[in-house]
T-cell receptor
Framework: AQSVTQPDIHITVSEGASLELRCNYSYGATPYLFWYVQSPGQGLQLLLK??????LVQGIKGFEAEFKRSQSSFNLRKPSVHWSDAAEYFC????????????FGRGTSLIVHP | DGGITQSPKYLFRKEGQNVTLSCEQN?????MYWYRQDPGQGLRLIYY???????QKGDIAEGYSVSREKKESFPLTVTSAQKNPTAFYLC?????????????FGDGTRLSIL
């Protein structure tokens, strides 16, 4: 079965600073990868997804993520963080075959200081 | 606009009571899911349905029940057998029977014990 790890429970950055949120997965083949964002008291919103092709994926709100097969990683990045980016971020991994149900990481809470 | 509607936003359960959480989607999606979210634990899958009149247990189905009589509706009942129901419940849907497609989420229902 696949698994996904988000090593950082909390990340604190200053507004305007760059951001990188880590995501590592465990799966034998090429996975389907997703990043979602959740504002307090709301549902999750898709930021970006990777299925195949170019390993650098652009998403909404100025986010991007890079798939690195050798490191089994799919880290989320943003060059300059805004206060409105403060939220919970979830990485998810899906596989080909079986139930196709994605597995979610435990999330990383982003705190933005002014 | 198409989307997923969860109701109510807040729900209180008395001891020994069953309560039902509503989830309706007008996205014409085949697959629907219920997740439970507790602080620091990410999303845990309760039940999912990839087609009308069929559903499968997820990782934490005990104490919960669902039905899928219509494509657009996937209600979740939290039964009295669920001894720790206090949590944030999220409903989601996706296309193509969920085959590695991104999920669209509702805004959640927060369930508490009276």
């Amino acid at each position: 079965a696949q698994s996904v790890t988000q090593p950082d429970i909390h990340i604190t950055v200053s507004e305007g600073a760059s951001l990188e949120l880590r995501c590592n997965y465990s799966y034998g083949a090429t996975p389907y990868l997703f990043w979602y964002v959740q504002s307090p008291g709301q549902g999750l919103q898709l930021l970006l997804k990777y299925f195949s092709g170019d390993t650098l994926v652009q998403g909404i709100k100025g986010f991007e993520a890079e798939f690195k097969r050798s490191q089994s990683s799919f880290n989320l990045r943003k060059p300059s963080v805004h206060w409105s980016d403060a939220a919970e971020y979830f990485c998810a991994v899906g596989i080909s075959g079986g139930s196709y149900i994605p597995t979610f990481g435990r999330g990383t809470s982003l705190i933005v200081h002014p | 606009d198409g989307g997923i509607t969860q109701s109510p936003k807040y729900l209180f359960r008395k001891e020994g009571q069953n309560v039902t959480l509503s989830c309706e989607q007008n996205l014409n999606h085949d697959a629907m899911y219920w997740y439970r979210q507790d602080p620091g634990q990410g999303l845990r899958l309760i039940y999912y349905s990839q087609i009308v009149n069929d559903f499968q247990k997820g990782d934490i189905a005990e104490g919960y029940s669902v039905s899928r009589e219509k494509k657009e509706s996937f209600p979740l009942t939290v039964t009295s057998a669920q001894k720790n129901p206090t949590a944030f419940y999220l409903c989601a849907s996706s296309t193509d029977r969920g085959k590695n497609q991104p999920q669209h989420f509702g805004d959640g229902t927060r369930l508490s014990i009276l």
